[in-house]
């Protein structure tokens, strides 16, 4: 069901540093994180680690598919495939090959809330990406036959991971239910039919939009010092133009009325259910009590929703709970299962039910409380040995709310109570602010086309032989040299 991958790289927590305005020196933050402005406004964030003589390099770019238009949706998605088709120095098999020769890993994703695009390689080969991103940025060509190739691909991408697999193609309708007045409630795919339809003009109209310094991020994790890095940056971005910075609105739902259903009809062997609840980002407080509830439902074998689900009552073969709190819109918190053969999603629905219910009329132990906790932390040693993932939670803090409140994560989730775990239970926890999807078998179909828009669902429903998608975390082992392997899971980020 719900990938946990990103559930990991959501509860990283990094170090934290000292702002700084435009045009000063570079700021030297508690732990070796340091940001400065190029000349143009472009802002650069390092995490210096000198364990070994490698680094990270990222550019980010706000470019998700919430900044598509109605009607063009996948168009962010499509543009980080043609990010690789080459510039008007450097063609698309040159960037491989540079990047290659220079033992780099290299890829991109793309989210509802951003596209981002990265190397792994030595610190003394660090300027190969530095001139290559930097080129990518200021003169990626944009050809007629490119662009008809790559939207070709992606169509074919959306049929492969959406329409052949029967949870993706849940979770995205799910969303398009769940959501109303946020783009967040259709696919960073795109649909099918919008996919068909943009053109290559559409495309340089998004990268003159959304692909400038003004729009973009540069996030370095290794052995680099600000000092040597600096410069080269300046050299290679400064002289980019800096361009408008798009208008960044914040999509809300307006408060949900009533419980919403949506019931498709898919090949698949099994039945499964997603159940998903309205809940504030980041931006709330309540979002590190959401990330503790999410720990006791969800983190272990010893969780109540694997013991209550697979263990005790053998309702399903797995089930997952999945909190992101680093979208930039308010998003969702999900509670997902594969229903066990001779069980119903109802019978499912209903245990997962009881335990919501459960979460808010007693007390969690302390014993249990600090065991969610801990097992949070846990995560955040963890992923301290990537400096892939360092510099990933850094851009995601850096779109959410600001790179400098990842300090607040641990002491927040520390002073998680049990009545804040009943409090926001019962705030959120509810009927009416909730969203059920059910997959139910239809074994023997053959044929399923994909769908011509979004749907536009305002009560229960049974959708037969409709596509859809979601995408995985991105993965930065091992070069791929074509764009859009690494697609981020675009609801989570």
Known sequence: MISNSLKLLLTVLLATAIHHGAGAAPARGQEGVSEALLSNGMRVILQENHRAPIVSFQVWYRAGSRNEQWGKTGLAHLFEHLMFKGTQTVS???FSRRIQENGAEFNAFTSSDYAAYFENLGSDRLQVAIDLEADRMMNLKLSPADFQTEKMVVMEERRMRTEDNPQAYLLEQLDATA?????YRWPPVGWFDDLARLTVEDASAFYRAFYNPANAFIVVVGDATMEDLLPRLEKAFGVIPGGAVPERLRFEDPPQVGMRRIEVERPAQLAAVIMAYHV???RSPDAYVLEVISSVLASAKS???YERLIADGRLAVEADADYSPLSFDPGL??????????????DVEEAVTAELERLKNEPVSDEELEKAKNQLEAMFVFHRDSLFYQGMMLAQYEIAVGWKEIARYVPSIRKVTAEDIRRVARLYFTPRNLTVGTIVPAAGEEGVPPPASSPIIEKTV????????TTEAP???GPTGSAGSGEQEGRRQ
């Open 333 to 346: 918190f999900y509670i997902s299962a594969t229903v066990m053969p001779g069980k119903t999603a109802g």
């Open 179 to 183: 959501y109303q007045n946020q783009p």
């Open 92 to 94: 698309g098999s040159e």
């Open 280 to 282: 504030p980002n980041v």
């Open 462 to 469: 049974r959708l037969k032989n409709e596509g859809a998608v």
């Open 303 to 305: 969780s109540r929703l």
């Open 475 to 477: 993965c930065p082992g």
